[in-house]
């Protein structure tokens, strides 16, 4: 098995057709066909289902791509960090992230490591938890910063914690219980949800409820861009719980929304960085991950930053800056 032919067949799951994946590879038709045929005689398994409309994965191709993936990517990785050692500060950083910190720990973080290694490529994708985990798995991303469950997640991954995300509930201004006291004064009301499931993070508002043993929230949307909820929240009729630390970046008079003087306790969730246990990260990779420990630090210490918890009293200090090439911790 070769990696060009592992290559040719994730063009081939990717792209939907022949033709495409050989457009992408670069190579003929009957070549990539004919990869493809040896791959699938290697391994004694039909890969592809051929159809009038193109080609769609055998249940033994979906289960093949997984690893394929995760090969590919490892080779990549493996490649970009023998380049590092030789002394090319070169390669592609891989950052999967969520709304909270996206807004407030990634940017300083970035510009920092920017400044340093401008011949590297940084590719952020914002998403979901769930969606995250899914892409370290299969190599995609070389690391997260997400809040995750009280349970925590698998032992396939190393979850370093950064900062506590304490939720605030948050309507417009001008919401007819914009006053509210307690979450049961918000029985029947219409919410945001931030997560496609109904447990985790962005479902924390469904615990909080539940905790209580008060009706479940009505979910009307379901939306997990920041962006996309300010708009919902303008027609004063819906709620969204979010992190306190995103809206305390945001003025009232800029958002046109209001933070409900809610009494009971709401959940907190850990922020962390994530990446896989079985892979050691490029060093580039560990020279990103080093900024954003070190913008975690700085601003969960600094005095008025939305990091900091009310009542914190530790002590403020600038990030350490990285010295010239200190890409690790």
């Known amino acids: 098995m070769r990696l060009s032919q592992i290559q040719d067949f994730i063009a081939v799951a990717e792209g939907g057709s022949i033709r495409a994946a050989a457009r992408t590879r670069d190579v003929s038709a009957p070549a990539l066909t004919k990869s493809i045929r040896q791959l699938e005689d290697e391994l004694h398994v039909p890969l592809l289902t051929r159809t009038t409309r193109g080609v769609v994965l055998s249940h033994y191709g979906e289960a093949f791509l997984r690893r394929a993936r995760l090969i590919a990517a490892e080779a990549r990785r493996a490649t970009e960090e023998m380049t590092q050692m030789l002394g090319a500060r070169t390669g592609t950083v891989r950052l999967g992230v969520t709304g909270g910190p996206a807004h407030l720990l990634v940017p300083a973080a970035l510009n920092r490591f920017r400044r340093q290694h401008p011949e590297v490529q940084v590719c952020i994708d914002s998403g979901r938890y769930a969606v995250h985990l899914q892409d370290l798995r299969a190599g995609l991303i070389d690391m997260a910063v997400s809040p995750v469950p009280d349970q925590g997640i698998d032992h396939d991954f190393i979850c370093e914690p950064l900062y506590n995300n304490d939720s605030v509930v948050v309507a417009h201004q001008e919401h007819p219980l914009r006053h509210a006291r307690s979450l049961r004064e918000l029985v029947g009301s219409e919410w945001i949800l931030t997560t496609a499931g109904m447990h985790g993070p962005g479902a924390a508002i469904m615990d909080a409820f539940r905790a209580r043993n008060l009706p479940l929230p009505r979910v009307a949307v379901r939306c997990d861009t920041f962006g996309m909820i300010q708009a919902l929240l303008q027609d004063r009729k819906l709620l969204c719980m979010v992190a306190r630390q995103l809206m305390q970046a945001r003025t009232s008079a800029a958002t046109g929304l209001a933070v409900l003087p809610i009494g009971d306790v709401l959940p907190s969730h850990t ?35 939305p990091l900091r918890r009310p009542g914190a009293t530790q002590p403020a200090g600038e990030p350490a800056p990285l010295a010239s090439g200190d890409l690790v911790t």
């Open 271 to 305: 922020v962390c960085l994530i990446y896989r246990a079985d892979s050691p990260m490029p060093p580039v990779v560990a020279g990103f991950a080093a900024q954003l420990r070190r913008e975690a630090h700085y601003l969960v210490n600094m005095p008025d930053s």
